[in-house]
């Protein structure tokens, strides 16, 4: 059984920063695609930024330059480092584990962490 555990949500203000992160159990870490994914109130789910197996990154345009996406390998983790916060970043923010890789929906999600961008 895949859990997935978000961590790090909050209220911040328009400029500032936050660091997510996403505990990962149940598979062999490694071997999968991790990715990130928001859904703000009213608006579809978003794909945030993903990253394989080998560490290649994608991020959608409107936070590139922005956020970062990493992974630990050793401690089964990955994260969303986010910078220059916008009030438009306000989501929840979904942990999710691909099996087929990165262009499929991915098998796994987590319960999601609440990011609000205000002052």
């Known amino acids: 059984q895949v859990q997935l555990v978000e961590s790090g949500g909050g209220l911040v203000q328009p400029g500032g920063s936050l660091r997510l992160s996403c505990a990962a159990s149940g598979r062999i870490f490694r071997r999968y695609a991790m990715g990130w994914y928001r859904q703000a109130p009213g608006k579809q789910r978003e794909l945030v930024a993903t990253?394989?197996?080998?560490?290649?990154?994608n991020y959608a345009d409107s936070v590139k330059g922005r956020f970062t996406i990493s992974r630990d390998n050793r401690k089964n983790t990955v994260s969303l480092e986010m910078n220059s916060l916008k009030p438009e970043d306000t989501a929840v923010y979904y942990c999710?584990?691909?099996?087929?890789?990165?262009?499929?929906?991915?098998?796994?999600w987590g319960q999601g962490t609440q990011v609000t961008v205000s002052s």
């Open positions: 999710t584990q691909f099996g087929a890789g990165t262009r499929s929906p991915p098998d796994y």
């Open positions: 990253i394989t197996d080998t560490h290649s990154t």
